[in-house]
């Protein structure tokens, strides 16, 4: 009796729990932004005259999209918006050792200096005792590009920056894919005029 009614309850509870969730799954995983990339040998990397040093580590992560904005825009979801100002200030001003100030601040995004900007970049540049980095944000043809370039001051810089590069580079594209939300939600949010 137990076997026939597990028989039973076994295709019933696949259909009714397992086959939606697994549809939920898998059309959250067809919206998500796609995003790509990882580190570049800073020796072997393209020049770029958005940088404003000289990298001793850099990475590139793209996000394919169809949303357009500018690339301040993405810097300030991404960054003063999508993640937490006391989780950027433990990691960039307490470990890192790197000189911010606060969001909003004239000529900075996310407590970050504006070095540089055009309609298809923005690069920010934060320094300290340790190490020395540049964020860039770049319109490519089909999304959105963020470089991260690395210069080391000391020993100890190299030290902390190989250990949190693995970290960096595992949260990246989550960063764009939420600072891509942001931005989305803003849009949609927007009054439409008659």
């Known amino acids: 009796m137990r076997r026939q009614l597990q028989r039973f309850i076994t295709p019933v509870r696949t259909r009714l729990v397992q086959a939606p969730a697994i549809a939920r799954w898998a059309r959250r995983r067809r919206e998500r932004e796609v995003v790509a990339g990882g580190r570049i040998h800073a020796g072997r990397a393209p020049v770029t005259s ?50 911010t100030t606060s969001d909003g601040a004239p000529g900075t995004v996310a407590g970050w200096c504006v070095v540089g900007e055009d309609d298809r970049s923005l690069t920010i540049a934060a320094n300290g005792t340790r190490v020395e980095v540049n964020l860039v944000m770049e319109r490519v043809e089909d999304g959105m590009r963020l470089l991260t370039a690395v210069h080391d001051h000391s020993r100890i810089g190299y030290l902390l920056w190989r250990i949190l590069s693995q970290v ?18 803003d849009h949609e949010s927007e009054p439409r005029g008659d």
């Open 50 to 99: 958005a940088l404003t040093i000289t990298p001793d580590y850099l990475d590139a992560f793209t996000i394919t999209t169809q949303f357009v904005a500018s690339p301040r825009e993405w810097m300030i979801a991404c960054f003063e918006r999508g993640l937490e100002r006391s989780g950027r200030d433990l990691i960039f001003e307490r470990i890192l050792a790197l000189n």
């Open 168 to 185: 960096h580079r595992r949260l990246a594209p989550g960063v764009l894919r939420t600072g891509a939300a942001i931005l989305r939600g």
